[in-house]
C-alpha cells in the first residue's frame, strides 16, 4: 500500500474518530452512550491529536464531552445496580467535583460477579468492575487534557483517581514485609475479584505516577510529592521484575512505557534510567521472541486486531524516543547507551507499518472479528496512525 500522506493521514483518523463519536453516542446527543474506560482513555487523546493538527475547536469539545461522559457513567453504579449514586459514595454534589475518588468502572456489559457466585475465569472477562490497567490509561488521559488546556482540574482528578485506587489494589501480603497488587476489584472497591497480579501494572503504575506528580509541580510546585509513597510502593513491586512477554499488546506497552519514562528522564531530571534500561532490554527480547511467530500469517477472523494495533503504537513510540535521544545532550554513559539501545529497536519499525496497512483494508474491517470489537478497534487504529496525542506528555 502506497504511504499516506499528512492530509490523507488527518483525513482518515478524523473519519475514524468522527465514526466513533458516532457509534458510541458521544455525538449527536439523543442517544444512549456506550462508554468503556481503556477504548475512551485512547479516545480522549485522538480528539487531543486531531485538535492540534487541524485547529478545529470541535475536536477538543469531543474530548471534553468524553471525559464527561465517562465520569457521568462509569463513575457511578450501574442502572442495573440495586445501588445508586457515585461509586464514591458522595452526594451528587460533591461527586460531580471529585468524580474519579471512588473509582471507574471498567464498562463492561455484564454486571459484576456477586459475592455468592462462584469464580468463572472465562466469564470474569465480560463482567464488570474496576481494572488497574484501565485507570491508569484514564489518569493518562486527564493528564492528556490538563497539559493540552493548562487547567489543573483535570491532572488533580487523575491524581484523586490514582490514590483512591492504589489504597485498594495494592495490599501488605502476609508475611508483613512485601506488597502485591490485585488484578480487578469489585465497582465499589469493597474486594478483589481477581486476585493475581497483572504483569506490567506496576510498571505502568509507577511511569502514569510520576507523570502525574511532574505535572502537579509545574501546576503548584508545593504539589510535586502528593504521590511520593505510592511511587514509593510502585517502586519497590518492579524491583527486579522481567517485563519480558510474548503478547503483542503488552509489547506495545513495554515501548510505549519506555517512550513516555524517557521524557520524563530527559526534559523533567527523573533519575529513573535504571527502570528505562530494564524497559529496553524487555522490550527488545521480546519483540526477538515475537518475530519469531507466524502471528500475522493467520485469517483475519482470528486476530484481535486492538492487540496488533497495541503493538504497532509501541512500536511508532520507538521512532519518538529515538528523536528524544538525538536531541538530547550525551553527557554520560548511561545516556549513551540508552540511545544505543533504542536506535536497535528502530529496525523493528516495518512492523507497523505491516499492521497498520492489514488493518486499513476495508475486506479485514468486514470481518466479524474486527465488528466484534469494532470500538476499541477503530480507536486503537487511529492512535497508532497519529500517536502523538497518545504518546506526548
Partial sequence: MEKMQPEDLTSMVQNLMLDFADLTGLQPQGRAPRRYLWTDAFAVCNFLELYGRTGEKRFEQLALELVGQVHDILGRHRGDDRRTGWISGLDDEHGAIHPTAGGLRIGKEMNERRFDEPYNEELEWDRDGQYYHYLTKWMHALNR??????????NRWAIELAKAVHARFVYVLPSGNRKGMYWKMSIDLSCPLVSSMGHHDPLDGLV???????????????????????????????RGKDWTTDDPLGIGELLSFACKLAQLILHEGLPYEDVLEVLLKSSR???????????????????????????????????????????APEDSERTRSLHAQARDLIKYAPLSDVIEEYWLMPEHRNTGGWLAHRDINMVMLATSLAPDGYLSL
Wanted: glycine letters at 8%.
Fill in 145 to 154: 487534557v490538563s497539559r493540552v488546556r493548562g487547567e489543573a482540574v483535570y
Fill in 285 to 327: 527480547s521480546s519483540l526477538e521472541s515475537f518475530e519469531g511467530r507466524s502471528f500475522f500469517r493467520l485469517p483475519a477472523q482470528y486476530r484481535l486486531a486492538f492487540r496488533e494495533l497495541g503493538l504497532s503504537i509501541g512500536i511508532r513510540a520507538m521512532g519518538k524516543l529515538l528523536k528524544l535521544f538525538e536531541q
Fill in 208 to 238: 502514569t505516577y510520576l507523570q502525574l506528580q511532574t505535572a502537579a509541580k509545574h501546576f503548584n510546585p508545593a504539589a510535586g510529592s502528593v504521590l511520593d509513597a505510592e511511587v514509593e510502593d510502585m517502586v519497590h513491586l518492579c
